[in-house]
T-cell receptor, first 110, second 115 residues
Framework: EDKVVQSPLSLVVHEGDTVTLNCSYE??????LLWYKQEKKAPTFLFML????IEKKSGRLSSILDKKELFSILNITATQTGDSAIYLC??????????FGKGTHLIIQP | EPEVTQTPSHQVTQMGQEVILRCVPI?????FYWYRQILGQKVEFLVS????????KSEIFDDQFSVERPDGSNFTLKIRSTKLEDSAMYFC?????????????FGPGTRLTVT
């Protein structure tokens, strides 16, 4: 059974701090790892990672995948209150559906 | 920017009733999905649909569930006889067909409340 574990489950930081969110996985026939941001409703797509060691970057967010150690990290630098959300890690394996972790609930305090 | 849309945003139904949740995937996408998220729990995969048939389904997707693409734009999830435990947020998602493109784009969800 495919498995995705995220840590920490919740995190409270102050505006301007840098945070690192973790995702480890066990999956049959790994194809991709995806990060989503979930605010009130739909998960919104952030990154898709398929290759080890290649950093994906979008503004203050970046992510990297380690396929040997089976984990990924999502970094957010210079955090803002608008970054407060649940960050979801999901893995696509041999099956078509994504397997999600429980998410990291990130709260940015002013 | 194209997006997945879902209707209704909130549906309240009585136990035993049938409900149909509707989705309009992004227009050039060919893979369609339903997921659910029970309050406070993980997002869980229900079913994937490609080329007018189910390509994969999870253990959750039992005989009371069905999916359909009744026309060129809509994708529906039917729950035949709702139970209290079907109360959840139901998300539709879609993706393009390109082999290397696995990112799925999610709709805003339908909150289903079964009383």
């Amino acid at each position: 059974e495919d498995k995705v574990v995220q840590s920490p489950l919740s995190l409270v930081v102050h505006e301007g701090d840098t945070v690192t969110l973790n995702c480890s996985y066990e999956v049959t026939n790994f194809r991709s790892l995806l990060w989503y941001k979930q605010e009130k409703k739909a998960p919104t797509f952030l990154f898709m990672l398929t290759s080890s060691g290649i950093e994906k970057k979008s503004g203050r967010l970046s992510s990297i995948l380690d396929k040997k150690e089976l984990f990924s990290i999502l970094n957010i630098t210079a955090t803002q209150t608008g970054d407060s959300a649940i960050y979801l890690c999901a893995v696509g394996g041999g099956a078509d559906g994504l397997t999600f972790g429980k998410g990291t609930h990130l709260i940015i305090q002013p | 920017e194209p997006e997945v849309t879902q209707t209704p945003s909130h549906q309240v139904t009585q136990m035993g009733q049938e409900v149909i949740l509707r989705c309009v995937p992004i227009s050039n996408h060919l893979y369609f999905y339903w997921y659910r998220q029970i309050l406070g729990q993980k997002v869980e995969f229900l079913v994937s649909f490609y080329n007018n048939e189910i390509s994969e389904k999870s253990e959750i997707f039992d005989d009371q569930f069905s999916v359909e693409r009744p026309d060129g734009s809509n994708f529906t999830l039917k729950i035949r006889s709702t139970k209290l435990e079907d109360s959840a947020m139901y998300f539709c998602a879609s993706r393009v067909e390109r082999v290397s493109s696995y990112e799925q784009y999610f709709g805003p969800g339908t909150r289903l409340t079964v009383t």
